[in-house]
């Protein structure tokens, strides 16, 4: 795809198990937004890696960015409404379980058979 030149950006939701072999598929001035910790969290590395191909590392952080601007959080609420109300962005709803089944619903959260977002039904 990239003609073994590798690509221009990374975005890492995964963290431990992703971080290396996502940090070496970068071309030269890649850039890789790390924001997650599925798997882990990273192991420490050796900052002069990133000089190897001059690329640059992100670890941005959403409760940061929001306290950075306090109208933010406000603005980016409107908008994300709006998209939903638009059909542009449309939650995923996994699974409804009646509240009695609460338990089942936690199983399948530990047991990773989930993709989107579980309700409870009262």
């Given at each position: 795809?990239?003609?073994?030149r590798g690509?221009?950006f990374?975005?890492d939701?995964?963290?431990?198990s992703?971080?290396d072999?996502?940090?070496k598929?970068l071309d ?13 969290k990273?192991?420490?590395?050796d ?12 670890r941005?952080s959403?409760?940061?960015?929001l306290?950075?601007d ?6 980016l609420?409107?908008e ?10 449309v ?8 509240l ?9 959260l530990?047991?990773?058979k ?9």
């Amino acid at each position: 795809i990239t003609g073994g030149r590798g690509v221009k950006f990374v975005y890492d939701g995964v963290g431990k198990s992703t971080f290396d072999s996502s940090l070496k598929s970068l071309d030269y001035l890649g850039w890789m937004i790390s924001f997650g910790n599925a798997s882990g969290k990273p192991e420490p590395f050796d900052l002069l890696r990133l000089g190897e191909k001059s690329l640059r590392l992100m670890r941005p952080s959403l409760f940061s960015t929001l306290a950075s601007d306090p109208a933010l959080t406000g603005k980016l609420t409107a908008e994300l409404l709006q998209l939903v109300g638009q059909g542009m962005v449309v939650p995923e709803v996994h699974k409804v379980y009646p509240l009695a089944k609460a338990g089942e619903a936690q199983a399948d959260l530990e047991g990773r058979k989930t993709t989107g977002k579980l309700l409870l039904q009262p």
